[in-house]
């Protein structure tokens, strides 16, 4: 007889360890397309620093604008946002897909770190990749550029809703991303649709069990429905 496995999280801790451990992108979009959330992929041009980079959290969402003038007083409110992070965020910005912006670097990764955050993700440039590549941080950008933010853009709005790589995420969304790109589960559907990701993923198991027992793909496909 198959048994399905349950799963169960007493916190956000054990919930986004478990994600990280037994699902995939992928899995969590076609969790989102079955129930109707089907435009919940970021767009592809925001890939993780290292293609075997895992980012999963909580979304702290941040507006990042161009901006023209240097000022007097830079950083202010990009300082605001990075110490409002809280342990299982993830830092998600929008700049709108600026390529004058480089938002983010070492010291910032340093100071997400030291507060539980779990990752950081860019529609936007990012800089000091040696070194945030060898603390450890997860980082998803759109690119690479030395210069520095000031008087070329300016965080606006931070823990409020945004639109990132072509999706709205809400503060407290569920951000997922690897090497296929970043998931964003909104906070309202997460337990519905992160069940059946680990459903699937244990559906997926029998699947290839099978076909590399020689089952042909209709037979398993038949049986099991996911291809």
């Not at 004058?100 to 070492?106: K, M, S």
Request: charged share 20%.
């Amino acid at each position: 007889m198959n048994t399905v496995q349950t799963y169960s999280w007493e916190n956000d801790t054990e919930l986004f360890n478990l994600m990280h451990g037994q699902l995939y992108a992928a899995v969590l979009s076609d969790a989102l397309d079955a129930n109707g959330y089907r435009e919940q992929v970021l767009q592809h041009t925001i890939r993780p620093l290292l293609p075997d980079t895992v980012v999963v959290g909580r979304a702290m969402p941040v507006l990042c604008l161009d901006v023209y003038e240097i000022s007097a007083e830079p950083y202010q409110q990009e300082i605001a946002a990075v110490d409002s992070l809280k342990q299982d965020d993830v830092l998600v910005c929008s700049t709108n897909g600026s390529t004058r912006i480089c938002f983010w670097g070492e010291l910032l990764s340093t100071a997400a770190m030291a507060r539980g955050a779990r990752g950081a993700i860019i529609d936007g440039f990012i800089r000091d990749t040696r070194k945030i590549v060898d603390m450890g941080f997860p980082i998803f950008t759109t690119g690479l550029s030395p210069v520095d933010s000031n008087g070329r853009g300016e965080v606006v709005a931070y823990n409020v809703p945004i639109e990132c790589g072509g999706v709205t995420v809400n503060p407290g969304d569920i951000v997922f991303g690897d090497a296929d790109g970043v998931v964003v589960v909104p906070k309202d559907v997460e337990n519905v649709v992160i069940h059946a990701a680990l459903e699937k993923v244990q559906g997926e198991n029998k699947t290839r069990d099978a076909l590399r027992e020689g089952a042909t793909l209709r037979e398993v496909y038949d049986r099991y429905g996911i291809l």
